[in-house]
């Protein structure tokens, strides 16, 4: 039977209606869901740490800016907004003190639960409302009357209201206006870092920069590898979304068609395959938890090395001169919508 999607009419506000939303964390994730619920009519209140340079983003947007403490004492839902590496410290210090059963805790990724790294006391419902897209575009796309598509989990040991809560918060945020789909928090976790990891920034990042560096090392002016490479990607990949692949092979030409189907499997080989099913492995296993986790704590010794060499590959100066030719590519300051990415 085909999982069954959740809409507006499925959800009730008023769940929420009365109650205290508190978003601790006013980045990404955060500032959407609690701009987004406050415009729907909900009572929103921002939890953060004393020197944040957060604070004044959050007041400036209309909130009511307390100690990451003080907004859980005072809030009967919690949403936890700050990266995930970052949760288990504030979860124990600031979190955890003041939690009392009855109150809800919100993730909008599953990772810190799934993996154990949070383990919430008993009597405090636990759920996940994770919008399938980044926290910019939760915002713009309500603003916009529009919705991006969300998942709802509930973790076992939670209360009858619990799902009711969960599909009246992705209501707030816009998310049923797409449609919202139940989960567990384990496969919202193991299929959302298998997606990052090998398709959409990992695998994404590495085919556009691979087939840029084929074309550049074969003499071919970097700027046409640019375009080639990396410009027209999302025109390609509009009309997936649009029209999933079959759609998109129906625009091209039949010389890009059969180029298509006859060497896209070169490129992706069973080799590839393999290597993903590894990598899906390791998610499984936790694996790849532990060492993101060692290497939080290493203070992102090996992280910041790998981030440095891709901010210095060659396409990303090509690609800032010729963003600059076409001034209709939005030039968008992310990090001035909200609050400034900490770990970053
Ligand atoms: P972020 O990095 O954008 O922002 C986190 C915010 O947390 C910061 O702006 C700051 O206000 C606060 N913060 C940082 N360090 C802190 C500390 N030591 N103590 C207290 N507060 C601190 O985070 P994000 O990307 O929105 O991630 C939040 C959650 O949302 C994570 O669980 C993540 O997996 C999930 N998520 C994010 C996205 C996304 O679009 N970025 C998409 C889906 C799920
Ligand atoms: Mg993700």
Redesign the pocket.
């Known amino acids: 039977m085909p999982a069954k999607v959740y809409t507006d009419k499925d959800a009730d506000m008023r769940v929420i209606a009365k109650k205290t939303l508190a978003v ?7 500032h959407a869901h609690a701009l987004n619920l406050k415009d729907s009519g909900c009572k929103v209140i921002i939890g ?2 004393p020197k ?3 604070v004044e983003t959050a007041k400036k947007h209309g909130f009511e800016v307390y100690s ?1 403490a003080e907004a859980v004492q005072k809030a009967d839902v919690i949403m ?5 590496m ?2 288990p ?2 979860y124990e210090e600031d979190i955890l003190p003041n939690l009392a059963p009855g109150k809800t805790l919100l ?3 599953g ?2 639960i799934h993996f154990g790294l949070i383990t919430p006391p008993e009597g405090v419902d636990v759920i996940m409302v ?2 399938k ?4 575009v ?1 915002r713009t796309q309500y603003l916009e009357g529009k919705g991006v598509p969300a998942l709802i989990a509930v973790q076992e040991g939670s209360s009858k209201g619990a799902k009711k809560l969960a599909l009246a918060w992705a209501k707030g945020i816009g998310g049923t206006r797409a449609g919202v789909l139940q989960t567990t928090f384990k496969e919202e976790c193991e299929t ?1 870092l298998f997606g990052e990891q090998a398709v959409l920034c990992g695998g994404a990042s590495a085919l556009v920069q691979c087939g840029f560096e084929t074309l550049v090392e074969a003499g071919y002016q970097p700027e046409m590898a640019y375009f080639e490479c990396l410009h027209e990607l999302k025109l390609i990949v509009d009309l997936m979304i649009e029209s999933g692949i079959s759609g998109m092979r129906f625009s091209i030409s039949e010389t890009a068609e059969y180029g298509d189907v006859t060497r896209g499997p070169r490129v992706i080989t069973p080799a590839t395959k393999k290597s993903m099913q590894k990598i899906l492995k390791e998610i499984q296993t936790g694996k790849f938890t532990k060492q993101w986790v060692k290497e939080y704590n290493s203070g992102y010794k090996e992280f910041n090395k790998l981030r440095k060499a891709g901010e210095k590959h060659p396409i990303e100066k090509v690609g800032k001169r010729l963003r600059s030719m076409m001034p209709w590519i939005p030039k968008k300051d992310l990090k001035g919508t ?7």
């Open positions: 601790i964390g006013y980045g990404s994730q955060g953060l740490y944040s340079k957060s990451t936890v907004a700050v990266p995930d970052v949760q410290k504030v993730f909008t990724h990772l810190c994770a919008p897209g980044p926290g910019h939760v959302d909200q609050a400034s990415y900490s770990a970053k």
